[in-house]
């Protein structure tokens, strides 16, 4: 769903009131328009997720992570067909790698999906990472609540793939999902202190592929590792081109969705404060970056020199970009 000028023009028509009433209704084309204004940042965003917060936590979302080239596309699609014969209706957000030229989603994961992506109860929508590390888009948790006050019953983030860094995923999804392909040797190595402590279900994918069954032993080496014990996540076998494995893998993640229903609205207010709480330090982040203080130098200097600590001088930052860059005093501490 590419943005045209006349889509563009609509915003700034948009009437927040109007959006939220559509959102709430299920309309698609306010769906499409709400999602657009939040994803920009717009007034008319900001409004509507005003309006949408009291319709929050319905929805079971479930995140779709993994190394790049491990079938994650492939994979939701089927997952979406699934879903839907169940009876279930399905959002999809699908975070692509911007484009190094015009900054927006390079749109390859609409196109696997595509079959998928006129049916009466799905709703697909690419956003660009616009270079965000982490595998996520900024505007993700904004754009799952829109989707979750439309009424869908899973809505599915299926994240750039970007290795360790995806831990990120489970700040938004309840349920996680991590996408591992046969072959990976060493880059199991590499994720096995990030992804794999947030995993709620492994896949091993393409199972038709040789080293499958490598694959799977360690996983189920590395599990054995995790420090929560407790919660021990299963180890599924898929060949989403044939189907194989699918309804096993909905099957596992309605399980735990049960198992979550009652702390739906939990989880929506978990989200909300993982939000505020990354707004604020990208908000930080900016002000700092922008800022052209005298006393911001001087404070780089003295961690330099080692006249102050790491964490004075953080301290000091933050009350810095708070008071807008105006003078702070080292004896404020």
């Known amino acids: 769903m590419n943005r045209t000028g006349s889509e563009v023009g609509d915003q700034l028509k948009l009437q927040p009131d109007e959006s939220v009433a559509g959102v709430l209704r299920g309309d698609r084309r ?14 008319a965003g900001r409004a509507i997720m005003r309006g949408i917060h009291p319709h929050l936590g319905r929805a079971h979302v479930v995140g779709v ?5 491990a079938g994650k596309s492939t994979l939701v699609s089927e997952l979406i067909g699934e879903f839907t014969r169940g009876g279930k209706s399905v959002g999809v957000i699908a975070v692509d790698p911007s484009s190094p030229f015009s900054g927006g989603a390079l749109l390859g994961d609409r196109i696997r999906m595509d079959r998928h992506a006129l049916g009466e109860h799905v709703f697909i929508r690419s956003l660009a990472s616009r ?5 996520l888009s900024r505007a993700v948790f904004r754009v799952v609540d829109v989707l979750d006050a439309a009424g869908f019953d899973v809505i599915i983030v299926e994240t750039v793939g970007a290795g ?15 996408v591992c392909p046969p072959g990976l040797g060493d880059d199991i190595q ?3 202190a990030g992804i794999l402590e947030i995993a709620d279900i492994f896949v091993v994918s393409k199972c038709d592929l040789p080293l499958a069954d490598r694959t799977e032993l360690e996983l189920r080496y590395m599990v ?4 929560d014990r407790a919660r021990e996540p299963r180890i599924l076998r898929v060949t989403a081109t044939s189907g194989e494995g699918i309804a096993e ?8 969705a049960r198992a979550a229903g009652r702390r739906r609205q939990e989880g929506s207010r978990n989200r909300m404060r993982r939000m505020i709480a990354q707004e604020v330090g990208n908000a930080v982040r900016q002000r700092l970056h922008a800022m052209e203080s005298e006393t911001f130098n001087q404070l780089c200097e003295a961690l330099a020199r080692g006249e102050l600590g790491h964490d004075e001088a953080v301290q000091a930052a933050i009350r ?3 008071n807008g860059g105006a003078g702070t005093e080292r004896g404020n501490n």
């Open 30 to 43: 306010s769906i499409a328009r709400a999602i657009s204004a939040v994803e920009n940042e717009t007034e």
């Open 65 to 69: 992570t993994g190394a790049p080239g």
């Open 131 to 135: 270079g965000h590390l982490g595998g």
């Open 164 to 178: 360790q860094s995806e831990v990120e995923i489970a700040d938004v999804a309840d349920i996680r999902v991590v």
């Open 190 to 192: 590499a994720i096995k």
């Open 224 to 227: 054995g590792l995790r420090k």
């Open 249 to 256: 893998l909905v099957e596992e993640i309605e399980s735990l």
């Open 320 to 322: 810095l970009a708070v």
